[in-house]
């Protein structure tokens, strides 16, 4: 199983970056999947979470309304949009998956993808 | 929002010692948490979840125990692999999912 983030960067304050997630040699399409971020130096922080058919989605209180994370199951693809970027949403972003082996716990982690929000 | 404070912050031992972690939650979790283990430029990765089940491919000096608010995280007999950050999460209570602030386990 392996997830491949990619479209990090560098932006300024107030900007927009799109990430994507892409499930490379296996099917997304019956998990649900999540974002984690970790800010330099920092712990883990949980973003957001979207489940298999993209009905129900949840974020955490800082990224409301400023993010938007969607699926594309056709594609085999996860997205988090970002607007209204801060400083604070500086870190590497982590597309991770809820393993039902696992009781739904996080059992596979992306590479990440870093995130810096600078002028 | 549930908090995890984990202890200690930092933990210092040699090979072949053996490491206990804590993990404390606010409010009862239940069986409902889980460690991962962080090394430097990596990614974490699942050692155990509900408490107290390896998750695939963990070797077995790794346990787990606790139910409620209390948990431990057990490393038997030190390897030079081990040393890492520790993180402690819970998904009882979601959104948000809440991991606690890690503990550093370093050579000493």
């Known amino acids: 199983v392996q997830l491949v983030e990619s479209g990090g960067g560098l932006v300024k304050p107030g900007g927009s970056l799109r990430l994507s997630c892409a499930g490379s040699g296996f099917d997304l399409s019956p998990y649900a999947l999540n974002w984690i971020r970790q800010a330099p130096g920092k712990g883990l922080e949980w973003v957001s979470c979207?489940?298999?058919?993209?009905?129900?989605?949840y974020y955490e209180d800082s990224v409301k309304g400023r993010f938007t994370i969607s699926r594309d199951n056709a594609n085999n693809s996860l997205y988090l949009q970002m607007n209204s970027l801060r400083a604070e949403d500086t870190a590497v972003y982590y597309c991770?998956?809820?393993?039902?082996?696992?009781?739904?716990?996080?059992?596979?982690w992306g590479q990440g993808t870093q995130v810096t929000v600078s002028s | 929002e549930i908090v995890l404070t984990q202890s200690p912050a930092t933990l210092s031992l040699s090979p072949g010692e053996r490491a206990t972690l804590s993990c404390r939650a606010s409010q009862s979790v239940g069986i409902y948490l889980a460690w991962y283990q962080q090394k430097p430029g990596q990614a974490p990765r699942l050692l155990i979840y509900n408490a107290s089940n390896r998750a695939t491919g963990i070797p077995a000096r790794f346990s787990g125990s606790g139910s409620g608010t209390d948990f431990t995280l057990t490393i038997s007999s030190l390897e030079p692999e081990d040393f890492a950050v520790y993180y402690c999460?819970?998904?009882?209570?979601?959104?948000?999912?809440?991991f606690g602030q890690g503990t550093k386990l370093e050579i000493k």
């Open positions: 979207i489940d298999s058919s993209g009905t129900f989605i």
């Open positions: 999460q819970q998904r009882s209570d979601w959104p948000p999912y809440t």
């Open positions: 991770v998956r809820d393993g039902p082996v696992a009781d739904y716990f996080f059992d596979d």
